[in-house]
C-alpha cells in the first residue's frame, strides 16, 4: 500500500508520522506547517518537529509524467530537445562571427599602428641627420687634440667641388720619392738598432694565455643596420680606437672613459676600412660609395674627399711618413694619395695581356717603399712604389683574398683568403713556409701583428692570437655571437680590440 502525505496527499520522499494525529506526512512540509502554526493539521492540537516519528519506506520510483507515456509524445520531447540544441548552435556562431570581426579589426588597427610608428622613427632619424649635416664646415683637426663635449661630435659634409679628382694617371715628383726614400732609410735603421730586442713592457705569452673578455659595447652603430666592418687602434693613445660600420659611419670611441669622441658621418655607402692617424687626430675611411675620407675628430669634420677610384673602394693602408694612403678597389687600381691636399699622386693598373683582377685588400711595408696587394684570383701581388711595377707574386691560396698584414720584423707577410688558412710568406725568400690550417668552414676577415712583430692575431669565425717564429696558438676568443671582422692589439699587446657582426666591440686583457 502507498503511503500519501496528509497535507500534500502524494507520495513522501522523506515520510514521517504525527503521533497526534497518525498520519504521514512529507517532512518538508509538516516541518514548515509546525513553524508556521504549531499545531498537527489534521488533529489541531499541539506538535513540535522534535514529536515527528520518521518512517522507514523503499526507494519511491515516480511514475512517468503523463506527457511521456506514449511515443508520440517521447517524440515531441525529443523534437523540442532537438529544437533548443539547434538554436543555442545557432547563437554560439553568431557570437563566434562577432568575436573575429572584432579580432579582425583590432589587428588592423594594430597594423595601421605599426606602420605609422615606423614611418614616424624614418622621420626622425631623416631629420637628425639632415642636421647633422647643417653643422658649420670646418677644416682638419690639428695635431692637438681638445676634450669632448659631454656628447658626441657629428660629422659634417664636405665640400665635394674641391674634392674632385684629375682622371689621367699621374707620375710622383721626386720631391715625393725622396720623402719616401728618407723615411725608410730612418725606419731601417731604427730596426737594426733595436735588432732582437723585446720592447719593455711587452705582454708575454703566458699573459696573453690568461687574457678574458674586460669590455662590451653594442650602441657605438645603429642596430638598424647591424654590423661592424673595421677597427683600428691609436698607437699614440691606444685608449682610443676608431670604428667603422653597416650604418654608413666611422665612430671614434675611448675605451677608458667609455665614452663616444665623435661619430663621423658623410659616406652614402657601409663603412669597410679605417685608419687612426698615429700622431694626428685624424681618421681615413674608406667604402664602396667609391670615396676615401679624411676627417678632423676634433672639429669632426670631413676635410678631404678622396676620388681615387671609380668603383668600391677595398682597401686603404696609410704611410710611415703619415702623409700619404695607398688605396685598391675593385676598378683594378691601386692609387697613392696625399691625405693633406687629397690629391691623387699616381694611379696603377697592372698591364697584362689580359684583364686584370680586382683588388681586394692592400698594405704598406713597414719600410713604406714596398706593398702588397690581395686580388680576387687568390694572388698577393707585392709592388714597388718608387718604380710602380709588380716585382713578386704569391700564389697558394684559393678563393679572392680577404685579408694582408706584414710584421713589424719586415721580414713576414700574413695572409687570408676564402679558404680556412692564414699562410705566412718569407719576403727575403719570397716563398710559403708557414701555413695555420683552421677548421673547415673558417671564415678569415682580418689578420693583424701587434707592434713588435711577437704576436699575429687572427679575426673571423672567432678571435685567435698565435705566437709568431713558433706559429703556437695562445689563445681563442668565441665571446662574439657573430664572425669577428676585425681585431688590434693595444699598447705592448696589453689588450684586444675585437669588432664582429653582431654589432659589438669587445676588449680581451688580463683581469688581474
Known amino acids: 500500500m502507498a503511503l500519501c502525505c496528509g497535507i500534500s496527499n502524494e507520495v513522501p520522499e522523506t515520510p514521517v508520522i504525527s503521533p497526534v494525529s497518525g498520519h504521514i506526512f ?30 522507514k519506506s523503499s526507494a519511491l520510483v515516480k511514475p512517468r509524467p503523463p506527457s511521456a507515456t506514449s511515443i508520440p509524445a517521447i517524440l515531441k520531447s525529443l523534437q523540442d530537445e532537438w529544437d533548443a540544441v539547434m538554436l543555442h548552435c545557432f547563437t554560439l556562431r553568431q557570437q563566434l562571427q562577432t568575436a573575429r570581426q572584432e579580432l579582425s579589426h583590432a589587428l588592423y588597427q594594430h597594423d595601421a599602428a605599426c606602420r605609422v610608428i615606423a614611418r614616424l622613427i624614418k622621420e626622425v632619424t631623416a631629420a637628425r641627420e639632415a642636421l647633422a649635416t ?38 710622383m715628383s721626386e720631391e715625393v720619392i ?3 726614400q728618407d723615411k725608410a732609410t730612418l725606419l731601417t735603421a731604427e730596426r737594426k738598432k733595436r735588432g732582437k730586442t723585446v720592447p719593455e713592457g711587452l705582454a708575454s705569452s703566458e699573459d696573453i694565455r690568461g687574457y678574458r673578455q674586460l669590455a662590451s659595447h653594442t650602441g657605438l652603430h645603429s642596430a638598424s643596420v647591424p654590423g661592424i666592418l673595421s677597427v683600428d687602434v691609436c698607437l699614440r693613445d691606444t685608449s682610443k680606437i676608431v670604428t667603422g660600420g ?9 675605451k677608458d672613459t667609455e665614452q663616444v669622441m665623435a661619430i663621423l658621418k658623410g659616406h652614402t655607402k657601409k663603412v669597410t676600412s679605417v685608419i687612426y692617424h698615429p700622431e694626428e687626430e685624424l681618421v681615413i675611411s674608406a667604402s664602396p660609395d667609391n670615396t676615401i675620407r679624411v676627417w678632423g675628430i ?15 673602394v677595398t682597401g686603404i693602408s696609410l704611410h710611415a711618413t703619415g702623409d700619404y694612403l695607398l688605396s685598391c678597389s675593385t676598378d683594378m687600381h691601386w692609387a ?17 695581356g689580359q684583364m686584370a683582377p680586382a683588388l681586394t685588400c692592400a698594405q704598406f711595408h713597414p719600410d713604406g717603399l714596398i706593398f702588397g696587394t690581395g ?50 710568406w718569407d719576403l727575403r725568400k719570397l716563398k710559403n713556409f708557414k701555413t695555420l690550417q683552421l677548421h673547415d668552414g673558417y671564415e678569415v676577415k682580418g689578420l693583424c701583428f701587434d707592434q713588435s712583430g711577437t704576436y699575429l692575431a687572427v679575426a673571423g669565425s672567432d678571435v685567435r692570437v698565435y705566437l709568431c717564429k713558433q706559429w703556437s696558438e695562445l689563445s681563442v676568443f668565441d665571446d662574439h655571437t ?28 688580463s683581469t688581474d
Open 26 to 55: 512529507e517532512k518538508r512540509l509538516i516541518e514548515k506547517y509546525i513553524q508556521d502554526n504549531g499545531t498537527d493539521p489534521i488533529a489541531n492540537e499541539k506538535l513540535s518537529v522534535d514529536q515527528l516519528i520518521p518512517v
Open 134 to 171: 647643417l653643422k658649420p664646415q670646418a677644416g682638419m683637426a690639428a695635431p692637438g687634440y681638445n676634450a669632448p663635449a659631454s656628447n658626441p661630435a657629428v660629422a659634417a659634409e664636405a665640400n665635394p667641388e674641391a674634392a674632385i679628382q684629375p682622371t689621367e694617371e699621374a707620375v
Open 178 to 180: 725622396k720623402k719616401l
Open 246 to 254: 653597416n650604418d654608413k659611419n666611422a665612430v671614434v670611441f675611448n
Open 298 to 312: 676634433t672639429t669632426a669634420s670631413c676635410g678631404q674627399i678622396i676620388r681615387a677610384h671609380d668603383a668600391p
Open 336 to 352: 697613392f694619395s696625399d691625405i693633406r691636399t687629397g690629391r691623387v699622386l699616381t694611379k696603377v693598373v697592372e698591364k697584362t
Open 375 to 424: 686580388t680576387d684570383d687568390s694572388i698577393i701581388k707585392i709592388w714597388d712604389l718608387k718604380e710602380r711595377t709588380n716585382v713578386a707574386n704569391f700564389q697558394g691560396h684559393q678563393g679572392p683574398i680577404t685579408s694582408i698584414s706584414f710584421s713589424e720584423n719586415g721580414y713576414y707577410l700574413a695572409t687570408s683568403a676564402e679558404d680556412s688558412v692564414v699562410k705566412l
Open 482 to 509: 657573430a664572425a669577428a671582422t676585425g681585431v688590434c692589439f693595444g699598447q705592448n699587446s696589453s689588450f684586444l680590440a675585437s669588432v664582429s657582426m653582431d654589432r659589438s666591440v669587445k676588449f680581451f686583457g
